[in-house]
């Protein structure tokens, strides 16, 4: 069993059994490498299990369970009503899939899963100038890091003005306190006389899976930019400056650095794209994956944007390509 048990402000959600999280889901990382038949038809079993458990509870509507698995038995899972949300690469051979299960009130129509189709293709077909001046120095401002050289009593100096960015993510002052503490996380951020403008975070968790080892996993996390100053590029050159920030500070790399990309929120897309990440979206054929909208995780969890008039929001799952 993982024993890794995240808090939950976690957006990484690394525990065995699935536990209920916030927003009505259940989510879990299966603790073992799936590599067979027989396997898969354990793992089948266990998802199965789990959704019962999920569909008896009242106050949860979605089911999200990872799993490190062969790219060639991926397919395999199409056996049963499971679905197939998308995959991040891990080496040649294997992939962290992301399996899901929503309830009716959860479906999202057809029309909504194309209109993210077309954003993707919009952002991804044409090239995006990289050298295009940062929108952080044309206003002179530069980013700023939280990391273990930050103090005590500057991360503390910090909350009040980070509150006013995460409330949209739904966390009261002691979520705010536990991200800025938590030593797993690494944050960049700029800040002007007014506050912070924009910010986006890097989460790192070692999860144990038997049949495999650690593995090591770094997501792109809890971006935010102040709603005055949204779709000025704010968002793009911080998360950028983050990346620099993590290839400079970690020694071993991860088995992947991936983020869950607000599908409301097209400035986020531009970013994943422009700062070097891939779609999943667009490995439905490397794995053989029949599922229409495969990439896109659906009514995964609120995110108080202003923009996204349903319950939930959908998100696009992107990664680093090695």
Same mark, same amino acid.
């Given at each position: ?104 009130? *959860? ?5 909504? +899963? ?6 993707? !293709?919009?952002? %991804?077909?044409? =090239?995006? &100038?990289?050298? *295009? ?5 044309? +206003? ?6 939280? !990391?273990?050289? %930050?103090?005590? =009593?500057? &991360? ?8 006013? +960015? ?157």
């Amino acid at each position: 069993m993982t024993e890794l048990l995240i808090n939950p402000t976690s957006s990484i959600g690394a525990t065995w059994p699935p536990v209920e999280a916030p927003h009505e889901r259940m989510r879990g990382f299966y603790d073992q490498a799936v590599g067979s038949l027989t396997e898969v038809s354990t793992f089948l079993d266990e998802f199965e299990h789990y959704r019962k458990e999920a569909e008896a509870l009242q106050n949860i509507s979605r089911l999200s369970i990872r799993v490190l698995i062969d790219k060639g038995l991926v397919n395999n899972l199409k056996q049963r009503d499971i679905l197939l949300e998308g995959a991040l690469p891990i080496d040649e051979d294997l992939c962290v899939l992301y399996t899901a299960s929503n309830s009716l009130q *959860r479906k999202v129509p057809d029309a909504i +899963l194309k209109s993210h189709q077309t954003l993707l !293709d919009s952002v %991804t077909q044409h =090239a995006i &100038r990289t050298d *295009r001046p940062s929108a952080l120095k044309a +206003l002179n401002l530069e980013s700023s890091v939280i !990391d273990n050289d %930050t103090t005590p =009593a500057e &991360r503390n100096a910090l909350i009040s003005k980070f509150l006013e +960015l995460y409330e949209m993510f739904g966390y009261d002052e002691q979520d705010v306190h536990d991200l800025l503490f938590n030593d797993s996380n690494i944050i960049v951020y700029a800040e002007d006389e007014k506050g912070i403008v924009s910010t986006a975070m890097a989460e790192q968790a070692t999860i144990p899976i038997e049949g495999y080892g650690d593995l090591r996993i770094t997501e792109i996390t809890e971006a935010a930019t102040r709603p005055s100053d949204r779709g000025k590029g704010f968002y793009t050159a911080v998360s950028a400056d983050l990346i620099d920030t993590l290839r400079g500070q970690i020694q071993t790399p991860p088995d992947v650095i991936y983020g869950e990309c607000n599908l409301a929120m097209r400035g986020v897309i531009v970013a994943a794209h422009l700062n070097g990440r891939k779609f999943s979206f667009y490995d439905q054929s490397l794995l053989g994956v029949n599922q229409p909208y495969f990439g896109i995780l659906r009514q995964n969890f609120k995110v108080e944007d202003n923009t996204e008039q349903r319950t939930y929001n959908d998100f696009a799952l992107s990664y680093f390509p090695k």
